[in-house]
């Protein structure tokens, strides 16, 4: 009964902790004094106040857009959740923006 019930304990504990490990608890920060805007499917649609934080939790793959021009309807991705991102880590919303319209620019999109 012993070597039944053990390797059953191992394999409930390690598909316990990967569950666990996808996923990963944000502070979304907006620091500028716009609203902020974005899009994450099947999750919501927050709009980030300005000079305000914002709690999240977010699986690994979950994608994240936000719109380049504002308000309009054409919408960018911002970043794709992975194993990079830390538990409780702050996402400074407004600097990835920046940052990510640059690189878009950059690419003539």
Same mark, same amino acid.
């Given at each position: 009964m012993k070597a039944f019930v053990f390797p059953f304990f191992i394999l409930l504990i390690q598909s316990t902790s990967s569950l666990y490990a996808q996923n990963i608890h944000f502070t979304f920060h907006n620091?500028? $004094?716009k609203s902020i805007p974005l899009v994450i499917p099947s999750v919501m649609n927050p709009n980030l106040n300005p000079l305000s934080n914002s709690g999240i939790s977010l699986n690994v793959g979950q994608k994240v857009y936000f719109y380049p021009s504002g308000t309009s309807k054409k919408r960018e991705? $911002?970043?794709?959740? &992975? &194993?990079s991102f830390q538990q409780d880590q702050i996402l400074e919303i407004d600097a990835i923006i920046e940052k990510r319209k640059k690189e878009l620019k950059a690419n003539g999109l």
């Open positions: 620091g500028s $004094l991705l $911002l970043f794709t959740v &992975d &194993d």
